[in-house]
Every structure is written in C-alpha cells, then in structure tokens.
C-alpha cells in the first residue's frame, strides 16, 4: 500500500495472500492491488517475482493463448496484468528475464510462424519487448544480434501494428536510444532490414501490410540515425520502390503506400502534420524543403510512368454522387500521384521542373482539375502546383504554365461555363433529369486568379501575360475585384468587428489562427437586440428580453464556427 499508518491502516489483500504457507502465481494475479504493489517496491512480492519459474509462467500467459474452455480470467486478466507486471520495470525482474536466453527464447516464440498472433497479445508482447529495449538496451541487443532471424520475424509480421511498432523502436526510427550502444546502431546500419521492408509491397497483397510497411519507411526517414537515413534516400532503395510501386498486377494500396514514402523523403515534416495544418502549409508556402540531389534524381525516372497512371479513359466502375456520377472516380492512386508532384516542386529542383515539363505533365495536371469539379483534395495539390510554378524562379516554368499550358485562358472559360456539362471523355457527368449544379472549384480559381494578380506587381513576364489578354482584364476589373470585395468577410456588417480589416485584409491569412474581438461581438449583438432590431412586436421585448442572454452566449460560442463555414463557402 502506498499509505501506511500505524493503526489506521489494513492489511493489504497482496499481504495477506503472501502470508499463506501456500499460494499460487494465479492468486496473486487475480488481486487487484498487485501492480500497486510492484510499483511501492513490495519487498516479499518482488522476490517471489523474480524467481525464474514465476517470469516463465509470466512470459507464457502473455505469448501462449488460453486454452479452450478457460475461464475468463485466465483468458484476458492473467495476461494483462502479467504485461503489467513487467512494464512497472522493476529492474530485478527485468533483469531475471533478459539475462536467461531460454526465457528470452520463450518470450520471442511468439513470433514464429506456426503461432497465432492475436492483435490482444501481440500489444502485450510488445509493450514488454519495448520496456526491455528501453531499460535494457545493452543486454537486450546482445540477444537480439545473436538471434538475428528477428528481424525477419517481425517485419513478416509487419501487418500487426503493435509489432510494427516494436520494429520501429528496434530500428532506432522513433527516438535514439542508443547512446551507450554504438555497436548496435552499426549493425543495424549493416543489416538488410530496409530491404526486407521494401519487400514486403511485393510480397504480400494486404493493405494493412503495405500501410504499416509505409508508416515504418516514413518514420525511419524522419528520425533514424544518419546510416540508415543515407541508405532509405540512396537511388538504388528508391528504384528498389518504384519497382514495386509500378508492377501492373499489384493493388493500388502498394501505388498510394510507396509515394507516401517517396513525400517524406522529399519533406519530412510533412506527414506529421494535421489536415489543417497541412492545408494550411500549403497556403502560406514556407521556404522550400531541402532534399538530397540523389533522392530527387532517383524518381526522376519513374515519373513517365507515374503519368501514366493518370490516364482516365480506362473502364472503371461508375460511382454515383448527389450531383452526378463519376466514370471513373479520380481514385486514391492518382490523387497521390498530383500531391507527389506536389511535393516534388517544392524541392526547387529545375531538373525535376525540366523533366515534368518534358512529359506534359501540368497540362495533365490541370485537365485534371477541371474534369474533376467537386474533388477538394485534388484542387489543394494543383493550386499547389500552380503556386510553386508561378513563384519559381526559372522563367520557362513560369513561361510554360501560362502559355502552352493556357492558365488564364482556362480559368476564364470556366468562369463563363460555370456549370457542370457532360461532354465525351469528361469523367464527371451530371444527373438526369435535374438542373446542373455549378462546378465545385471557383474558389479554387479565384485564390489562383488574386495569386496571379499579386505575382504580376513583381513579376514582368507575369504582368506581360495577363495584359496581352484583353478579356482577361476586362473580367479582373468587372468581376474578381467585385468578387474579391464581397467575399471579404471582415468587411460583413453582421455582428463581425470590421477593425480587424486594417490587420486581417489578405485572402491568404492563416484563418485558424485570426483573433476575435468577444466583447465587439456581444456588444453589436446586445445593442441590436436593444432597439428592436429583430422584433416587430413591441411586445415580445420584455418577453424575449431573459433569452437574450442565452441568444448572445450561442452566438459567441459559435461565431468562430461560422467563420469557418463561411470561409469555406466562399473558397470553393
């Protein structure tokens, strides 16, 4: 127990159970108080633990499962409280376990492949694992060097998360835990475990396999000691993945997995990000990433055939919509192939910028933003796009998009046909028999058209393209400066604090982070309410008057929401 005052307090139950001449493991386990006990250093629990025949029966209630019939608590209670016992890391016990090498035989049998692997005991096997590795790492990776089909074991077992996570800890991925081992870290350098990783796209057909593989990769990318991370942006392991990643008869889910890896080599930090951090990322396009030459030069190569993949006239299962149909649906496979290339921008590569304008790409890119209307995803990566081409500093990237590629031609035709129309080979068809809904990606195009505009003040060759398209200037002036005014919602006499305009007056504004005058709001609405502004009933002032209070809390409470809401409206 941990309070313990003479004469207030009872004997503890674990007591009471030690002091029998005849106990057993399972009456102790089945105590509740136990890992309080452990964790107060109980001094005749501890010893009775530690014994080498009380750690074998521990190990096997976490690696072996219950028999059939068992009772219950055999099944699920003895193990995780035996998983318990050995994550309250007392060293002794610890120590028992990591110095034996049949235990250790024991605890890693549940790798093997004749075992069942239950998702409920591979977490126990995994956190105890992880508590060896954390607290004895020397000892642990001595065995595990010896031992060395381990890491063949786990990366088999790669689809089970929690063995996952072991792999990742092993790897040094997550944190460094290797200080004081410096052997282990050149050893694991020397082993072949990013390869078997790689492997396993091909090898294995489920998506929870190829996803785990990914998260393993990107981790490793991000955190792992300079040898490894050397290895995993090397052009020959990039090579080794597009080889999987392009084999016609393997599932999308290795496509979308292994550019997930690909992105997080070009910018680490990107997959650690929320969505609307991301999103926002992308709006206020922070300096470029830096990512090695060799990495970049190592899927130069494949981008012909990524493109490829882009193609939509293949015959693919309609999927129905509220506006429509899709056939095809733009699919997860080709909106990782545009964030790919999004990313890849970023990078500030003119190699990278050369090759894609080799392949046509950005035309590609943008056919795909029109055909697709109603596709968020897909129009955040091509604005992307559009922003790191128009900011680049290489004139013929710029030169390219606006000219052979039409940007400005495109966005005033869609400004004219605002409504979605079937066409051959337009993958987005509307319902039958009910009016067409206007196309989805307006927003999209006024951010470009302002970014345009903004671009063109420091930018002659920009300023050159748009002026020499006279309906270009006629719709800026008569249209997007018209637009551009009413959707600025500082500017909305509704309640909202127009101050905050001389600060906030910029559609490219970080909205999560935009402050709130509270008190200009429940003043604006108080005084409204005042005067009778919202009644027409005289009457119904001394009434509504108590709800007042009530109405102005909901509003103040959910005015940042429909900031958002109208935010989102008003872009696309």
Not at 78 to 97: M, N, P, Q, R
């Amino acid at each position: 127990m941990f309070w313990r005052m003479t004469g207030l307090s009872t004997a503890s139950p674990v007591e009471t159970i030690l002091d029998k001449d005849n106990f057993t493991l399972e009456e102790l386990l089945d105590e509740d108080e136990i890992i309080q006990e452990c964790k107060a250093l109980n001094g005749r629990l501890i010893n009775f633990l530690r014994e080498r025949t009380q750690v074998e029966r521990l190990i096997r209630f976490i690696v072996e499962e219950a028999p059939d019939g068992a009772e219950k608590r055999r099944s699920f209670k003895f193990s995780f409280i035996a998983c318990e016992i050995f994550t309250c890391e007392v060293d002794i016990i610890l120590k028992t376990l990591v110095e034996d090498v049949e235990l250790m035989n024991l605890l890693f049998s549940f790798l093997e492949p004749n075992r069942s692997h239950s998702t409920l005991l591979a977490g126990y096997f995994s956190k105890v694992v992880i508590c060896l590795l954390l607290r004895k790492t020397v000892s642990f990776m001595h065995y595990v060097k010896v031992h060395q089909q381990i890491l063949q074991q786990l990366v088999d077992l790669i689809g089970i998360t929690s063995i996952m996570e072991v792999l990742i800890r092993l790897i040094s991925a997550d944190e460094p835990m290797y200080n004081n081992c410096t052997d282990a870290v050149q050893w694991m350098e020397d082993t072949n475990v990013l390869e078997m990783i790689v492997d396993k796209f091909s090898s294995s057909d489920s998506p929870e396999v190829h996803a785990n593989a990914a998260e393993t990769l990107c981790t490793i990318s991000r955190f792992a000691p300079p040898g490894l991370a050397a290895k995993i942006s090397s052009s020959n392991f990039i090579g080794r993945l597009f080889h999987h990643a392009l084999e016609e008869s393997r599932p999308k889910s290795v496509l979308v997995n292994s550019l997930s890896i690909c992105i997080s080599l070009l910018d680490p930090k990107r997959l650690t990000l929320g969505t609307y951090q991301s999103y926002n990322r992308q709006l206020n396009h922070e300096s470029a990433v830096t990512a090695s030459p060799e990495t970049v030069e190592g899927m130069l190569g494949s981008l012909g055939d990524l493109l490829k993949l882009l193609d939509i006239t293949s015959t693919e299962i309609a999927l129905l919509t509220t506006y429509g149909k899709l056939q095809p649906p733009l699919g997860k496979h080709r909106l990782k192939i545009v964030e790919f290339l999004s990313v890849l921008l970023t990078v500030g590569s003119e190699a990278a910028e050369e090759e894609l304008i080799r392949l046509g790409a950005f035309q590609r890119i943008l056919d795909l933003f029109f055909e697709y209307p109603y596709n968020n995803f897909l129009h955040h990566h091509v604005e992307n796009i559009i922003f790191s081409c128009l900011e680049s500093k290489n004139p013929i990237l710029i030169g390219h998009v606006l000219r052979e590629c039409n940007l400005v031609g495109k966005i005033l035709e869609a400004e004219k046909n605002f409504t979605l129309v079937a066409g051959p080979g337009k993958p987005t068809i509307p319902a039958d028999g009910r009016p067409p809904p206007r196309i989805g990606n307006i927003g999209h195009l006024t951010r470009i058209s302002n970014k345009l505009v903004q671009l063109g003040n420091n930018n002659g060759d920009i300023l050159a393209c748009l002026q020499e398209n006279g309906e270009w200037t006629d719709w800026h002036a008569n249209v997007l400066t018209k637009r551009n005014v009413v959707e600025n919602v500082y500017q909305w006499a509704c309640g909202r604090p127009t101050a905050l305009q001389d600060r906030r007056d910029s559609d490219d504004d970080d909205y999560q982070d935009r402050d709130y005058d509270v008190a200009a709001l429940a003043n604006n609405l108080s005084q409204a309410f005042r005067y009778g502004m919202y009644s027409n009933d005289d009457t119904d002032e001394v009434h509504g008057s108590l709800e007042r209070d009530d109405e102005v809390m909901y509003f103040l409470q959910t005015s940042k929401l429909h900031e958002l809401e109208t935010y989102h409206d008003s872009h696309g």
